[in-house]
């Protein structure tokens, strides 16, 4: 949310994405009053340049020295917003306006040509954050990869299913009646046709629970618990090629700087795949090569969460830190070495351990025994 200081009127922005956003207008001067709605489409969204246009509608009153009245304004209009700083910007637009004003003497209408100056100021999460919300990475994608072509799994051809009584008779499920000896054998042979039927169609998930089920009535049926190996091992291929598949679309997609269709292929990705650490880190250079740090870092706490041990990750997001703390102003200079100092912590004790110790003795001015001081506590 921001608040505008313009000429001569006061706003209140929200932004309810990063395209889209509305605010509300008091204008006042000489007697007249303004109350307006806007909505806004940003169309460009740069990293410190962002261009807008759309709609806006407004009442009017007017009470002055010779008439009194009300009246109603509506526009279209287009402009844009430079970035002075994470939360300052400066604004400009352009809008023909149409007005229409009447009192109890008369009535006027017309089209007038309106500049719009002012500054603005946000709180919380400024333009190009590090939580920005153009990182999603849960959101739903609708997206066609192209496909691999898979091998079809050899068919596997049905045993004979142990029918001695004392074979049959030796365990009962907990978690139903006892079965007779002759009860069992025809559950378990019911079972196994299904998961071969399952197994057959590709179905693994399936099978695997089929064959599970005759294992619990037979823990020492061993045809079964190969078949569950091998349907395990045909999830292991099957996913390890859409793996691939993912990887290679995406990247094809940034080659030909398609970075939208990259970025919602690992979206979509990362959620089928959250402990895939590679898909992160190809996902956070598509920001990187558009210059979007805030972005990269979402990339990297993303990954975290659902990673805490990918200690490659959390070593490239600390240098990231320290890389926007030199860079930045006094007043995040504070916040960026904490949290660069927090990561660095983590890693005592991992491979990382003696670059970690490294950087915390330059962060904290030089001791390197890893006590957090100096604005690290």
Known sequence: MGIGLGYPYLGVKYDFSKQIASELRWATGEGINVYAGRGYWNFYSGKKLTGFTGLEGGYISFDTLDMK????????????????????????????????L????????????????????????GHGSDTEQGVRLNAPIEIKTETVPEQKPQVVEEP??????????????????????????????????????EFKQEKYEQAIEKFAEVVKIEPKHQISKNNINRARGKIEDKNKLKIENYSA???????????????????EAIAEFSHQISFYKDFADVYEQQNQVGLVADVYLACLEKNPDANGVRKDLALLYEEKMEKSAKLSF?????????????LLGTEYDNLAKEHLAKLNGGNNNGRKKNGLD
């Open 102 to 125: 009447k009192s109890d003497e008369f009535k006027i209408d017309g089209i007038e040509w309106v500049t719009n100056l002012a500054v603005y100021y946000y709180f919380g999460k």
């Open 69 to 100: 009245g009300i009246g109603y304004e509506g526009s279209v209009f287009v402009g844009g917003e430079y970035f002075i700083s994470n939360r300052l910007s400066f604004v400009m637009d352009f809008s023909p306006t149409f007005i229409t």
């Open 249 to 267: 679309t995406a990247r094809n997609a940034v080659k030909q700087k398609k970075y939208k269709v990259a970025i919602q292929i690992y979206r």
């Open 334 to 346: 504070g916040k960026y070495l904490e949290k660069a100092g927090n990561h660095w912590e983590k």
């Open 160 to 197: 004979a299913v142990d029918t001695s009584t004392e074979t049959a008779g030796r365990i009962n499920s907990p978690l139903q009646p006892a079965l007779s000896p002759e009860e069992k054998q025809t559950k378990m042979r019911e079972l196994f046709v299904a998961g071969q039927q």
